[in-house]
């Protein structure tokens, strides 16, 4: 199934709810979805870069990066990171660098957009908190889907009939 969000949402009209269209599709995988991790955190990839290492199961990173644009919270190393840690993807409100080599990991990403400086490396952040941007609030626990037509939030896992 191409168009795995339309399909979701056609089927699931009273529990989806979309993200406003702002994000780009980087990753190799252009469909992902899984249980949502939450991580917010401005300018400083330092818990990306935690998490990552951990074990994802198929679950996916979102991240409160402030919708900053001057600084990449996501680069090929951790991208490639968090494909052989199993995760499914990440989600950035942010920037992300080093597209070319994140677009050939197994790992769904979307952003806002790219920019070519690392971020500052100072441990600062929060872990499973609630998010909200995009119109959308992001729970620990509850789960994400996003394809090439943009990003949804659901309160329980769904499954196309």
């Known amino acids: 199934m191409d168009d795995l969000l339309p399909e979701l949402c ?3 009209p009273e529990l989806v709810q979309v993200v406003e269209p702002m994000f780009g599709n980087f990753g190799g995988r252009e469909r992902f979805g899984g249980e949502i991790v939450t991580l917010k955190a401005f300018e400083d990839n330092s818990l990306v870069r ?3 290492a951990l074990a994802g199961e198929g679950r996916v990173l979102v991240v409160d990066g402030g919708g900053s644009m001057r600084k990449a919270m996501l ?4 991208a490639e990171k968090a494909a052989l840690n199993g995760w499914a993807g990440i989600i950035i409100y942010g920037a992300i660098r080093d597209v070319n080599a994140i677009s050939d990991t197994d790992l769904g990403v979307q952003a ?3 920019h070519p400086m690392k971020t500052e490396k100072k441990g600062l952040g929060e872990l499973n908190v609630d998010l909200t941007f995009g119109g959308v609030t992001f729970k620990p626990g509850q789960y994400v889907y996003a394809d090439n037509n943009g990003i949804l939030v659901s309160p329980e896992k769904l499954e196309v009939k």
């Open 75 to 78: 680069g090929d190393m951790l």
């Open 112 to 114: 806002l957009g790219t």
């Open 10 to 12: 056609d089927q699931f």
């Open 50 to 52: 935690e998490q990552v």
